[in-house]
C-alpha cells in the first residue's frame, strides 16, 4: 500500500508541474512591435496640413491607451516625433524578437477617387505564423467593422516587411487624397475604432 501511495503521489507531483508548465506557457504575452512610420524632417504623405507621421503617431497613442489585454505587449518604434531610418527600424524589431510587427502608413495617390484599406506583407517563406496569415487577419477585422470603403492584401518587398525577422504587415490605413478617408484618418473617434480593429487583428 505504501508504495501505492508514494506513486500516487509522485503521479500528482508530475501532473501539477505538467499544468504549471502549462500555465506559464499560456500566459507568455504576445509581443508585437508596433513601427510608426515616418517622423522628424520626414512627414510622409499630406494633405494639407494633415501630415501621416502625426496620423499614425495619433494612433499608435491610441492602441496603447486602449490595450488592456495583459497578454499583448505593445513596443513602438518611435513615440515622438524623431526620424528612424529603416535599417535603426530593423534592427530595433530584430534585436527584440517579437512575435509579430505592424507597420503604420497612410496612402496617397494622384487619383483623388481611390480610397480603402491595404495592407502589405512580403513573402518570407518559413515563419511561425506566416505575414500573409496576419495581414488577412488585418483585413478581417477591419472588414467586420466597416470603416474604410474597400480592405485588401497585397504583396510588397518594402524593406521592414522583407528584413524584419518575425512575422510583418504594412498597413496603409486609406488615402489622405480622398476627402473620405481623410476625414475618417482625422477624426478622434475614427482613430479609436481603428486603432481597436488593429489591436483585435494581433491578438487573434
Ligand atoms: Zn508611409
Known amino acids: 500500500m505504501k508504495t501505492i501511495a508514494k506513486v500516487l503521489l509522485a503521479l500528482c507531483v508530475i501532473a501539477s508541474l505538467a499544468f504549471t508548465t ?17 517622423g522628424g524632417e520626414d512627414s510622409g504623405t499630406s494633405n494639407g496640413t494633415l501630415l501621416e507621421k502625426e496620423i499614425v503617431q495619433q494612433i499608435a497613442i491610441k492602441m496603447a491607451l486602449l490595450n488592456k489585454d495583459p497578454n499583448i505587449q505593445l513596443h513602438f518604434t518611435r513615440t515622438s516625433d524623431s526620424y528612424i531610418s529603416l535599417q535603426e527600424r530593423v534592427q530595433f524589431i530584430n534585436n527584440l524578437k517579437p512575435d509579430r510587427v505592424l507597420s503604420l502608413h497612410v496612402n496617397d495617390n494622384d487619383n483623388s477617387e481611390i480610397s480603402g484599406m491595404d495592407v502589405f506583407y512580403a513573402d518570407k517563406g518559413k515563419e511561425p505564423i506566416s505575414s500573409e496569415n496576419l495581414a488577412q487577419k488585418v483585413v478581417n477585422a477591419m472588414e467586420s467593422k ?4 474597400t480592405s485588401k492584401v497585397k504583396q510588397a518587398n ?8 518575425a512575422p510583418s504587415v504594412a498597413v496603409e490605413l486609406g ?23 488593429l489591436l483585435t487583428a494581433i491578438s487573434n
Open 22 to 38: 502549462f500555465q506559464e506557457n499560456s500566459e507568455k504575452p504576445i509581443v508585437v512591435v508596433i513601427n510608426v512610420s515616418h
Open 146 to 149: 466597416g470603416i474604410f470603403s
Open 175 to 197: 488615402f489622405l487624397s480622398n476627402a473620405e478617408d481623410s476625414k475618417i484618418l482625422m477624426d478622434n473617434t475614427q482613430q479609436e475604432e481603428i486603432a481597436k480593429v
Open 158 to 165: 518594402f524593406f521592414v516587411l522583407k528584413n524584419s525577422e
